[in-house]
């Protein structure tokens, strides 16, 4: 995703097992939907990485310092695409967990309303 018309994602890494079965989706995904993915994502920075005897993942780097690792073991090139595709797409924050489902800068004392309130 954009922020401010500039792209978050800076690189992504590609890492997968030339032997194992595990990685089977992912080498099938390097040939036939990565092309076309960096060729739509001139933006990104897309580095494959041969790491034997370990499952395949997708790390995101950010421009805020932070990375994101996907695990795609036994997945789909489709899949594979998808999660590729979400951490292009995302800003690469932290997730934060919201306390109420509500947020306001000036909360009720009172507490919050409800339909079930009996006089």
């Not at 079965?21 to 494959?48: C, D, H, W, Y």
């Not at 041969?50 to 996907?70: A, D, S, T």
């Not at 292009?88 to 909360?107: C, D, F, M, Q, Y």
Request: with cysteine; net charge positive; glycine share 6%.
């Amino acid at each position: 995703m954009a922020l401010r018309g500039v792209w978050q994602l800076k690189k992504l890494i590609v890492s997968y097992c030339d032997w194992g079965g595990s990685s089977r989706g992912i080498r099938a995904f390097m040939e036939s939907e990565l092309p076309t993915f960096k060729e739509k994502n001139p933006q990104l920075e897309v580095v494959t990485e041969l790491i034997r005897g370990q499952h395949p993942h997708l790390k995101g780097f950010y421009k805020n310092k932070n990375e994101r690792v996907v695990c795609v073991k036994n997945m789909t090139p489709e899949d594979i695409l998808l999660y590729a595709t979400r951490l292009r797409n995302a800003l690469g924050r932290k997730v934060v967990k919201l306390k109420t489902r509500h947020v306001t800068k000036h909360p009720s004392v009172q507490g919050t309303w409800a339909t079930d309130v009996k006089f």
